[in-house]
């Protein structure tokens, strides 16, 4: 389940409220084998890097630091010929057993990424993974939901391509080098169809009443899979793949901004932030809930 050489002592404050997700309107060294990574819902935080000769992926998967319930995220990486898949899932916990469905929908993922041959296509396999994923929570749990992301990332002659696979507000976004965002998923939520629409401000939105209002969700009757374009990620910008726990703690110009420089100090400089919010209660936001993202470039040869 990947290294635990990130151990790292999180002070446990007094537990506060959180608003459960509802369906209604030092760093680890460099990874170089090829086995997939997967984290089901870890206890402690953990983060590291993963390298290939194309590209460099920084990651972190980390328990709320408030409080002492399950963690219910659950985190994937499956490296590929050409390329690798990245999925974050983030159990609904306004639901019971958050955390058995994001494993569920992680391991059903990872069990058919990690055996792909080329007799049938990625995209294909990945649609019968959310298919099962939903399959196996709805016949597993007790009306258990969850979030999941599944980005595809592909090196081709013109560079690094990828493409999103979602349901939930789990999203992913592009930040170029001058720290622009040039690309977001829609997160399915009444507040974030409003932020695609114009209609409300990325950053008012982390304070909207609403915020935690999910409209679809795997393992729910209305669950929507959006498959995003390939698109090409130019030299020097970084996509962002995560879950609300970040998403809802720091606003969009906070994270271009941490995302710049070295991948590894990128990583560190979000783990830090994201923490600090979460513990302080009086931090512009604080959101206290489980945190897992990760930072992927296009890696020189």
Request: hydrophobic content about 40%; some cysteine.
């Given at each position: 389940?990947?290294?635990?050489?990130?151990r790292?002592?999180?002070?446990?404050?007094?537990?506060?409220?959180?608003?459960?997700?509802?369906?209604?309107?030092?760093?680890?060294?460099?990874?170089?084998?090829?086995?997939?990574?997967?984290?089901?819902?870890?206890?402690?935080?953990?983060?590291?890097?993963?390298?290939?000769d194309?590209?460099?992926?920084?990651?972190?998967?980390?328990?709320?630091?408030i409080?002492?319930?399950?963690?219910?995220?659950?985190?994937?990486?499956?490296?590929?010929?050409?390329?690798?898949f990245?999925?974050?899932?983030?159990?609904?916990?306004?639901?019971?057993?958050?955390e058995?469905?994001?494993?569920?929908?992680?391991?059903?993922?990872?069990?058919?990424?990690?055996?792909l041959?080329?007799?049938?296509?990625?995209?294909?396999?990945?649609?019968d993974?959310?298919?099962?994923?939903?399959?196996?929570?709805?016949?597993?749990?007790?009306?258990?939901?969850?979030?999941?992301?599944?980005?595809?990332?592909?090196?081709?002659?013109?560079?690094?391509?990828?493409?999103?696979?979602?349901?939930?507000?789990?999203?992913?976004?592009?930040f170029?080098?001058?720290?622009?965002?040039?690309?977001?998923?829609?997160?399915?939520?009444?507040?974030?169809?409003?932020?695609?629409?114009?209609?409300?401000?990325?950053?008012?939105?982390?304070?909207?009443?609403?915020?935690?209002?999910?409209?679809?969700l795997?393992?729910?009757?209305?669950m929507?899979?959006?498959?995003?374009?390939?698109?090409?990620?130019?030299?020097?910008?970084?996509?962002?793949?995560?879950?609300d726990?970040?998403?809802?703690?720091?606003?969009?110009?906070?994270?271009?901004?941490?995302?710049?420089?070295?991948?590894?100090?990128?990583?560190?400089?979000?783990?830090?932030?994201?923490?600090?919010?979460?513990?302080?209660?009086?931090?512009?936001?604080?959101?206290?809930?489980?945190?897992?993202?990760?930072?992927?470039?296009?890696?020189?040869?």
């Amino acid at each position: 389940m990947g290294q635990k050489n990130a151990r790292i002592a999180w002070g446990i404050a007094p537990r506060a409220p959180r608003r459960p997700k509802t369906l209604g309107g030092p760093i680890g060294a460099p990874q170089q084998r090829l086995e997939p990574l997967a984290f089901l819902n870890p206890g402690e935080p953990m983060h590291g890097v993963f390298r290939t000769d194309g590209l460099e992926c920084a990651y972190s998967v980390a328990p709320c630091p408030i409080g002492s319930g399950p963690n219910e995220d659950s985190a994937l990486i499956v490296p590929s010929k050409n390329g690798c898949f990245l999925v974050v899932a983030d159990g609904a916990g306004g639901h019971p057993e958050g955390e058995k469905a994001s494993a569920l929908a992680v391991l059903e993922l990872r069990e058919r990424l990690a055996s792909l041959d080329e007799s049938r296509s990625p995209q294909s396999i990945i649609i019968d993974g959310f298919d099962a994923a939903s399959d196996r929570i709805v016949t597993g749990t007790r009306g258990a939901l969850t979030t999941l992301l599944v980005v595809q990332v592909e090196l081709r002659p013109q560079g690094l391509h990828f493409r999103s696979f979602h349901a939930g507000d789990s999203a992913a976004l592009v930040f170029s080098a001058r720290g622009q965002v040039r690309f977001s998923t829609v997160m399915h939520s009444p507040v974030g169809y409003a932020v695609e629409s114009g209609l409300l401000d990325p950053d008012l939105a982390l304070h909207h009443e609403d915020l935690n209002l999910v409209t679809s969700l795997v393992g729910g009757p209305e669950m929507r899979l959006e498959i995003g374009p390939w698109m090409l990620l130019k030299p020097r910008e970084t996509l962002l793949v995560a879950t609300d726990g970040l998403l809802d703690n720091v606003y969009r110009r906070e994270l271009a901004q941490a995302a710049r420089g070295k991948i590894e100090l990128a990583e560190e400089r979000l783990r830090a932030l994201v923490r600090r919010r979460m513990v302080e209660p009086g931090s512009p936001l604080h959101k206290p809930d489980d945190c897992s993202f990760m930072l992927l470039r296009a890696r020189s040869t």
